[in-house]
């Protein structure tokens, strides 16, 4: 789903069927869907990187070198312009923008 990719009509049931068994067995595990439906939302609404954030990750990531090497030569091909800043490249650099702000970036 994740990819977008078509669902096959076996897969579609089986899905009902495995969560139906959960609804029967353990619906406490679906208690909190609703609020990680609202969180990846807010997550992939702040799509709003600009090209001065993705330069400030560079810098702060030549210090810190949180990000491995072909998301660094990435970013530092977007604060170039090298790469173009497409709505594809902008979700690649807000995905290493969360990874480095877990690591304290930002702060």
Do not use: C
């Not at 990719?5 to 067995?25: F, M, N, P």
């Not at 619906?27 to 807010?42: C, T, W």
């Not at 902008?90 to 304290?104: D, P, S, T």
Request: no cysteine; net charge neutral; glycine share 4%.
């Amino acid at each position: 789903m994740r990819n977008n990719t078509k669902i096959s009509d076996y897969e579609r049931l089986a899905g009902i069927q495995i969560l139906d068994h959960v609804i029967d067995e353990a619906p406490e595990l679906l208690d909190g869907i609703d609020e990680l439906n609202e969180k990846a939302a807010n997550n992939n609404s702040t799509n709003n990187i600009t090209l001065e954030d993705i330069k400030r990750i560079v810098q702060w990531d030549k210090k810190n070198k949180k990000l491995k090497d072909f998301e660094f030569v990435f970013m530092s091909q977007l604060a170039d312009g090298t790469k173009p800043l497409t709505d594809r490249n902008k979700f690649i650099a807000q995905l290493n923008f969360n990874k480095l702000k877990r690591y304290g970036f930002g702060e």
